[in-house]
């Protein structure tokens, strides 16, 4: 599978999107637009920025610059150092720049010269990317987020490259005030290509090691299992046109496939193509040679490639591409854990509590972490892991009171009235709830981070950053119907009645 | 009123007259109720009752309040007033437990009317003694459960069922959280006067909720809480406010209080002082969003006022009656404003102002003639001339604290004399005044708190001008008044016999006689007689057998009296509820005659008791455990007590204060 959905390798892009520029198109605009936003050089650019093609040069420039001010706003003061050292490296690249500058006026209508050009300044930039790639490290945490949170056209999950996402984000500033003046200049553009791909491919490897995200380079978003899970149940605020986007729909068989990468000689499969490439080494001298470990190219599949989302095969799921309001998934990994997690069984189940059951192991190694401290509990049975989130519940309802911790009952010895009572409260709690019905196939993720949450839909009501970790799927779904409107959890109450005979 | 002799009260109870029944026939239950609505003074009440059956029954059934001073009386008192008794005041009880407190209100199952109970300081009461309480009393509106160290959220909860409550008070529950608040919140929605003074554990959380579920807060005290803004916010949405208090909320500044500023006025008393972080600006905005507020208390928060402030207080113009800007830099001018712009205070509290000068006083005063309270404590800048202008304009003047003023002479005090008629407190600590003072004092006739402490030149002379007129003083204090003699004492026992508090401290002069006379006060509460070097045993039994409502004594470094005052005191002392005696001479038997006998004692020091060997300390705290609530010891004792005893005390919520103080003979 992912064979066939990777992209190409960046090379390729980069050609293909120089032979799908406007011959008329100036130069300042295409280099300041592909490196202020790391727009994947396999679309063709009008595509992207339509817009942009309409504007006249003056007014556009300015305004990608208050954008990627924008983008960085979260703190630029933790970056400065960096950025100073970046200016020096930029500095280098200014020079060039400024040569080319001269011979503006004759290069100006000239479109593959043009492109030439923007070839060179990329490649420029790569290098000194690939030099500062360790001191950008040090960011790449804050710039993942503030991709995640701010800029939609940067946390495409299947955008280009990584680095180049990082460099508009991490270093654009400065490079917003050089890029315009980058036109035309002649050099050997086959060498450029090549050192550039070299670059990518180290590029590459190093955004993996600071991330730690494993991924391949055709994935390299570097995002992990968390982002990506807010990708797949809360992002949904991108607002592609619909047709603007090719819809991909899997197979139930093919989503659900352990492996994807398949040894043609012993038929193993594998999870990653890196992973069958090391195994390929086992099978003779000739799976050795650095050709054959090298990546496999993308330029089979050279045809311009547009936006591409995916679809659910579960009809009736708002993730699937006939439902009314259709929300497409962005990645293959979307697609498998949304799958999972709302049409599959939860086959696994936490070995404390022996109660919480997961479909998709990350999510059951989440609730481990946390498992067993769910020491907020309501009259009405839902336990809580937080306080606050305890107290909102409360504050919800009518008569729910919070529950004083056991071992204090026990030091107190006998059951008491108020216990009782308690008890009796929960109960009639849990009829009231369970009415409802309940969906075993619950769509929910179960440990969605809070800051997720938090500008979303609680804070007006002062039930901000719900925590789901616990048993109190109800009142969220009292208040988000957006995936499935029948997630009550009956678990909730069953564990309630559980620990009640326990006791 | 109606008065029997003493002796002749104890054997009307036990021994029934053969006028009863004329007595009973002659007024009958409804006619001697209307009578007794008419008695306020217990003492009297108690003659009355006193009378005959007839009456005994008549107040037994008219009586609605009831404050027991010993546990022992608690069940036969509770059987006799079940039936009208509307309020019970127990927190002279400490040693009350939950077996004892529900066997008391078993007394009168099915026919309590009870409404308020207060528990203060009874730590021994836990869940299930509460828990009885609200099953036994229905109707119960409020609780006071301040100081139960032990008090927690089992405790909350149990009270939580009460849903009719609508104050409760659980200052310094030590053990409540944001859990038993919830379910204090939830269970007792209509809850309109809440204080959760020092409950350490409440955070922002739990205030939330309680602004979300309690909507008719009217009172709330949410003093030396570790709360932030958050819960100013929150506490801004209940609509019904109208007093807050907050002192000592160091997280809470001045953007916590902007949450003030968009209210609906029915803020009539905030309290912020000791908030640190809270400047002028912060001020600024409660008053602009609370031009209703009666009551401001902003003392020891920041040291200067801005002129903002002062132009806002125009909001306030004739609603604020009560401003204390305690420990402010004010300046002449300031207190000019402050009387143009206030014209209806009645209090104000400018103490530890030391910027104050006659001049802020004068102008003060011109314009706030309805001032009744105005402390100065501690302005040191204060001439006679600040108290003439007092005294020629307010008329009304009925508080004056003018302690560390030194400047003061008593040619300031002609002029408050002769013009404060109603005077009734003045504290004169540290100025140096002498008998003459006391002549233009003792016009006052009013006077019922006067402080004398630290004035050296104070003689038996001023004592007795004093005493000729002041007939209704209750509380005087004439600390280390070292010319004092056992003569002045006479003419105080002589003169004013309603005294209830008298200190007496390091007046070196007053001798075993002086003690006689003081014996005649018998309405004496509060005594102390710290560093009296010539009084022995003889002058504290006469005491003990004299001032039978004694709760406090203080006999530090009263180096003569030895056991026999002791015994005494255990002896005839039954409510003593405070005793220091630090550096006496007494033995164990003494120490322990004295604790394990009195059985309201609850604070008790004992330092330097050097004739007490330590089996015997042992021996007495063991007798006494359950009732301690405050423990002075020398540190020395406290890998010689056992630990269990510690435990013990500990558990029932005593705090022991170990010092560690070299032997001195005399300071």
């Known amino acids: 599978m992912d064979l066939k959905l990777r992209k190409p390798p960046e090379s390729s892009s980069l050609s293909s999107s120089s032979r799908n520029l406007k011959p008329d198109m100036p130069f300042v605009q295409f280099d300041s637009a592909s490196l202020d936003h790391g727009v994947p050089r396999d679309q063709s650019f009008s595509e992207v920025f339509p817009q942009f093609v309409n504007q006249s040069r003056g007014v556009y420039v300015p305004e990608t610059v208050t954008k990627n001010d924008l983008v960085i706003d979260w703190n630029p003061r933790l970056m400065l150092i960096n950025l100073s050292f970046l200016e020096q490296k930029i500095h280098q690249v200014q020079d060039v720049v400024r040569s080319i500058i001269s011979q503006e006026g004759h290069a100006f209508d000239r479109g593959n010269e043009l492109a030439v050009q923007q070839q060179l300044v990329t490649a420029d930039l790569t290098y000194i990317i690939i030099q500062l790639i360790s001191t950008a490290g040090t960011l790449l945490p804050n710039i993942k987020n503030a991709l995640l949170s701010t800029d939609p056209a940067v946390d495409r999950p299947d955008s280009g490259m990584g680095m180049n996402t990082n460099l508009s984000s991490g270093g654009g500033q400065k490079l917003n005030e050089i890029l315009p003046q980058e036109v035309a200049k002649s050099c050997e553009y086959d060498e450029l290509i090549k050192d550039f791909n070299a670059c990518v491919g180290e590029g590459g490897e190093l955004i993996k090691g600071l991330n730690h995200a494993g991924d391949e380079l055709s994935e390299s978003m570097p995002i992990d299992d968390h982002d990506v899970k807010d990708y797949d149940d809360v992002m949904d605020g991108e607002n592609l046109p619909p047709g603007s986007y090719e819809v991909l729909q899997l197979e139930k068989e093919e989503i659900l496939a352990p492996h994807t990468h398949f040894c043609m000689i012993c038929g193993k499969g594998f999870k990653r193509d890196a992973n069958l490439r090391m195994h390929m080494r086992g099978h003779g001298d000739e799976y050795k040679t650095p050709a054959a470990l090298a990546k496999p190219s993308k330029e089979a599949s050279s045809v311009p ?43 696994y189940t936490c070995s404390r509590c022996k109660t919480k059951k997961f479909s998709v192991i990350a999510d059951l190694k989440t609730h481990e972490k946390h498992c067993g401290r769910d020491k907020w509990n309501c009259s009405c049975g839902t336990t809580f892991s937080r306080k606050d989130k305890l107290f909102g519940h409360v504050a919800l309802f009518q008569g729910h009171t919070p529950t004083i911790p056991i071992d204090d009952a026990k030091v107190s010895g006998t059951p008491d009235t108020a216990q009782s009572s308690e008890a009796t409260n929960g109960m009639v709690g849990n009829v009231g709830f369970n009415f409802s019905g309940n969906s075993p196939n619950d769509g929910q993720s179960l440990d969605i981070k809070s800051a997720a949450y938090s500008q979303g839909y609680f804070s007006p009501m002062n039930f901000d950053a719900c925590n789901f970790s616990g048993l109190d799927e109800f009142p969220r779904s009292v208040y988000e119907v957006s995936e499935s409107p029948f997630s009550f959890l009956s678990t909730g109450s069953c564990s309630f009645m559980q620990r009640n005979g326990e006791n | 009123m109606v008065s029997v002799p003493r002796g002749d009260a104890e054997a009307t109870m036990n021994r029934p007259r053969p006028c009863d029944s004329d007595m009973s026939t002659v007024f009958s239950l409804d006619l001697l109720a209307n009578i ?12 009355c009752r006193l009378v005959c059956h007839g009456f005994l029954r008549a107040e037994e059934i008219h009586r609605r309040s009831l404050r027991v001073l010993r546990l022992e009386v608690l069940p036969g008192l509770l059987r006799r007033y079940a039936a009208g008794l509307e309020c019970l005041d127990l927190s002279a009880c400490p040693a009350l437990d939950d077996r004892a407190f529900s066997a008391a209100l078993a007394a009168g199952a099915g026919q309590w009317r009870l409404r308020s109970v207060s528990l203060s300081r009874a730590s021994g009461v836990g869940w299930r003694g509460l828990a009885a309480l609200v099953d036994a009393c229905p109707r119960l509106e409020a609780v006071d459960l301040s100081h139960c160290v ?150 020891d928060c920041f040291p200067e006022l801005a002129s903002l402030f002062f132009s806002k207080l125009n909001d306030l113009k ?44 004068f ?305």
């Open chain 2, 150 to 299: 032990g008090v927690g959220d089992r405790e909350a909860a149990a009270l939580a069922n009460a849903a009719g409550l609508r104050e409760l008070r659980l200052d310094k529950c030590l053990g409540l959280t944001d859990v038993g608040l919830a379910k204090v919140a939830v269970g007792c929605a209509g809850l309109e006067k809440l204080g959760i003074k020092w409950c350490l554990e409440i955070s922002d959380i739990g205030i939330d909720l309680l602004a979300k579920k309690c909507q008719d807060l009217k009172e709330l005290d949410i003093s030396y809480l570790k709360i932030s803004n958050r819960s100013i916010n929150s506490i801004s949405s209940l609509g019904k406010l109208e007093v807050l208090n907050m002192v000592g909320c160091s997280f809470v500044d001045d953007e916590g209080l902007q949450f003030l500023k968009h209210r609906n006025n029915s803020l009539r008393s905030i309290n912020i002082s000791r908030c640190e972080n809270v400047t002028s600006s912060g001020l600024t905005s409660v008053i602009e969003g609370n031009s209703g507020l009666q009551k401001l208390n902003v003392g």
């Open chain 1, 305 to 347: 490639s547009i936006i591409r989302r995916y679809s659910c095969p579960f009809v009736g799921c708002k993730r699937n591409k006939e439902h009314k309001k259709f929300q497409p998934l962005k990645t293959i990994l979307c697609v498998k854990n949304h799958y999972k997690r709302s049409h599959c069984d939860k086959s």
């Open chain 2, 363 to 667: 102008e003060l005063v011109a314009n706030c003639v309805h001032l009744t309270t105005i402390d100065l404590t501690c302005c040191h800048l204060l001439t006679d001339r600040a108290l003439i202008s007092i005294g020629d304009q307010c008329k009304k003047l009925r508080c004056l604290r003018l302690e560390s003023c030194n400047l003061i002479t008593d040619k300031g005090l002609e002029c408050i004399g002769t013009c404060c008629s109603s005077l009734e407190e003045i504290d004169l600590t540290d100025c140096s005044l002498s008998s003459t003072a006391m002549k233009y004092l003792s016009q006052c006739s009013k006077l019922v708190v006067l402080k004398l402490g630290l004035c050296y030149m104070i003689s038996d002379e001023g004592l007795v001008l004093l005493a000729s007129n002041c007939k209704k003083l209750r509380e005087l204090d004439l600390y280390r008044c070292v010319e004092i003699t056992d003569d002045g004492l006479a003419a105080i026992a002589a003169g004013c016999k309603k005294i209830q508090k008298l200190n007496l401290c390091y007046c070196t002069k007053i001798t075993d006689g002086g003690l006689r006379h003081v014996s005649r006060l018998e309405e004496l509460r509060d005594l102390e007689l710290r560093g009296l070097c010539h009084v022995t045993s003889s002058g504290i039994a006469k005491i003990a057998m004299g001032c039978r409502h004694l709760s406090e004594l203080d006999l530090k470094r009263c180096n003569l009296v030895d056991d026999g005052g002791l015994f005494a005191l255990a002896q005839y002392t039954e409510n003593l509820r405070q005793i220091n005696i630090s550096y006496c001479s007494i033995s164990g038997t003494g120490l322990c005659m004295l604790l394990g006998t009195l059985k309201c004692l609850q604070d008790v020091k004992l330092v330097h008791l050097s004739l007490v060997p330590i089996e015997w300390f042992e021996i007495a705290l063991r007798a006494s455990y359950e009732k301690l609530k405050k423990l002075k010891l020398l540190i020395g004792l406290r890998n010689l007590l056992s630990p269990l005893l510690i435990e013990k005390l500990h558990s029932r919520g005593c705090r022991i204060r170990w010092v560690e103080k070299p032997f001195a003979a005399r300071r």
């Open chain 2, 318 to 361: 004739d609603s604020l009656t009560v401003l204390k800007l305690d420990g402010f830099q004010v300046s002449a001018s300031s207190l000019k404003i402050i009387g143009l712009n206030c014209k209806n205070l009645a209090k104000i509290g400018l103490s530890k102002c030391q910027s104050v000068t006659d001049e802020g006083i």
């Open chain 2, 36 to 47: 007794l609505d008419r008695v306020s003074d217990p003492r009297d009440r108690k003659s």
